[in-house]
């Protein structure tokens, strides 16, 4: 079954809609610079009234590793979203904060798509270890995954062999920017990315976002079948408010796509 995360969550009216929907998960975020950011006091008084079965996502732009383990904490999420310019020594210090020694922290990174959007040939600047998707065994220390490179017949290579999972857990892709760090509206180009979906749905979960909506979700899980799916501007009557009925009609077109298939 696709994950479904509605993202950009501001209010509890909106939260019982998407969950009485059918999504897997909401998104809160920290970043102050958003027109969907909410205080952590908001996010906490919303959060406590959802069934246990939905996950928490706290999205966080180049914060302090303290201000993000003091959020969770506070607010009670499940899962953190990085979606700055956030260092794999940034995340891997992260996950030690949240880890209690009894389960593995959740941590999703996102990444701009145009990171992947690269002509045939060319080199995509993008290594796994690098970003914290896998780490060496004891015994490939200092050792890397070679960089990946697209052949002009399409073919891609990646070699894993000797590594383990990273401290992230997924990788969102999305059509943000440096300037505008998600909600944009926009979708990339799923067809161009396309050869990569299945190298990160390889080594870790793939969501999709960006530009989704109602009328177009089943085109992008068709080409890249991703194993979630994030959507906030696309549901929405206005930034930090969500149309019950584009709500609804996100996760109906999402799961007739896995009945058809």
């Known amino acids: 079954m696709t994950w479904i995360k509605i993202c950009g969550i501001t209010n509890l009216e909106d939260a019982q809609?998407?969950?009485?929907?059918?999504a897997n998960a909401l998104g809160f975020v920290f970043y102050?610079?958003?027109?969907?950011?909410v205080t952590?006091?908001?996010?906490?008084?919303?959060?406590?009234?959802?069934?246990?079965t939905v996950e928490t996502i706290g999205v966080f732009v180049n914060a302090t590793v303290d201000s993000v383990r003091d959020t969770v904490q506070q607010v009670g999420l499940t899962t953190v979203q990085l979606s700055g310019d956030e260092s794999v020594e940034f995340s891997r210090a992260l996950f030690q904060e949240l880890g209690d020694g009894t389960r593995r922290p959740t941590i999703f990174r996102t990444w701009p798509a145009k990171v992947f959007?690269?002509?045939?040939?060319?080199?995509?600047?993008?290594?796994p270890v690098g970003v914290g998707l896998v780490e060496p065994d004891e015994a490939y220390k200092g050792k890397r995954?070679?960089?990946?490179?697209?052949?002009?017949?399409?073919?891609?290579?990646l070699e894993t062999h000797g590594f383990r999972p990273g401290v992230i857990s997924g990788v969102l892709l999305d059509s943000s920017s440096a300037e505008k760090r998600g909600g944009t509206g926009e979708a990339f180009d799923w067809e161009r990315v396309q050869p990569w979906a299945g190298i990160i749905?390889?080594?870790?979960?793939?969501?999709v976002a960006g530009g989704l909506?109602?009328?177009?979700?089943?085109?992008?899980?068709?080409?890249?079948?991703p194993w979630g799916v994030d959507v906030s501007s696309g549901v929405e009557r206005e930034p930090g408010k969500k149309d019950p009925r584009r709500v609804r009609a996100f996760v109906l077109a999402v799961r007739a796509m896995e009945e058809a298939s």
């Open 17 to 22: 809609i998407a969950t009485d929907a059918g």
């Open 40 to 52: 952590a006091e908001t996010a906490r008084s919303i959060v406590v009234k959802l069934p246990e």
């Open 117 to 127: 959007d690269v002509p045939a040939g060319q080199s995509v600047g993008w290594d």
């Open 32 to 37: 102050p610079k958003s027109p969907r950011h």
């Open 201 to 207: 749905n390889s080594i870790s979960k793939l969501i």
């Open 213 to 225: 909506r109602p009328g177009n979700v089943q085109e992008a899980i068709h080409l890249l079948h």
């Open 145 to 157: 995954v070679h960089k990946i490179h697209v052949a002009k017949n399409g073919d891609l290579f």
